[in-house]
């Protein structure tokens, strides 16, 4: 599954990531502050909160900042959606800096790949910036693994003209590796992108992640395989080294 691919693409958020919840924690941190300490979010109200926003208004900039306004229209925050949503931008940048972690036995699981010979990509909605952030500052990311030393390419919401479940980002990674769909495998964790991989014609694999518990049973019509977490990953790996399996174009 892995190492007969030249290629594997991974989501980030949510899948290589544990940051899907950071944001509601910034969205609770920011509406706590812009109300004076007057209304309190739990997780799971901002998360449902930003849902219902970004629902209404798909993604990009654009939508945030409109997600902003529903935020001050609802807790009467000071400012306008503009430099709320400023404001949301600079709490996020101490989270992702300190916060953010690699999912458990995810940075082993993409070294022994990298490792192996396997060329890896990222294909992510969240913007360049974040993942500078996540690659150059977050220490406890860095010390387990650093993004841009393991993945040959990553690409985010930056590099394209749509997002995922458009299939646009794994296009561009199949042209610039010259890789053929067949010889490629996307881990994901959400519906978007495992769309995309169907496609683009890339076989996908999803990982269990409690944010997309509520589409578990699309997401497993869509993919090959679920996996409960990395150390399922890890054991299939030990499987596949065992079976002497070696990425195409590897003469080790």
Known sequence: MFLDRS??????????????GIWSLVDSALVEELSRDSVRLT?????ELRVASLSRYGEGSEAYVKYCADLKAKFDMPGTPEEIHTRRYQIAQDFLREKVVWQPGAASFVRRLHDAGVKLAIATTTRRRNVDVYSNENEAMRREAVIYDIFSIVKTRDDVRATKPDPEVLNRILEETGTDPKDALMVEDATAGLRAAAAAGVDAIVISERHSDGERATNDALALR?????EELHRLLDEEERAGLRPAGCLA
């Open 7 to 20: 290629l594997v693409v991974f989501d980030l958020d949510g899948t290589l990531i544990d940051s899907l």
């Open 43 to 47: 997780e799971k109200e901002a998360y």
């Open 226 to 230: 679920r996996f409960e977490s990395y």
